[in-house]
């Protein structure tokens, strides 16, 4: 079982900056390093956002690209997003999601079917 907490969310103007943080199992990181985010708005379907493997490897929804940057602290169990111009549109639940196992060719892929583990999310608010 792989167990992910998420942290960091809040409420910010348009413009501005967030950055999230995934604390992942201390066990995991010695066997995986295949996690991604995604994001739920109200009355929208779960939407990818970014994802990375063990090799730093990363990839973004096109929404993401420019603005958003994935990246994990390996010594300390921990996945980041950093956001950077937040737009209204970016309102949403913010999920960690974790693959495991994850053979070391995984290629990042931000679909849900290829994360067996999630956190409980963390509230994103973009204001205008």
């Known amino acids: 079982q792989v167990r992910l907490v998420e942290s960091g969310g809040g409420s910010v103007q348009a413009g501005g900056s967030l950055r999230l943080s995934c604390e992942a199992s201390?066990?995991?990181?010695?066997?995986?390093?295949?996690m991604g985010w995604f994001r739920q708005a109200p009355g929208k379907e779960r939407e990818g956002v970014a994802a990375i493997n063990r090799h730093g490897t990363t990839t973004y929804a096109d929404s993401a690209k420019g603005r958003f940057t994935i990246s994990q602290d390996n010594g300390k169990n921990i996945l980041f997003l950093h956001m950077n111009s937040l737009k209204p549109e970016d309102s949403a639940m913010y999920y960690c999601a974790a693959r495991w196992p994850c053979a070391v060719g995984w290629a990042p892929r931000i679909r849900e079917a290829e994360f067996g583990y999630w956190g409980q999310g963390t509230q994103v608010t973009v204001s205008s």
């Open positions: 201390e066990y995991y990181y010695s066997s995986g390093n295949c």
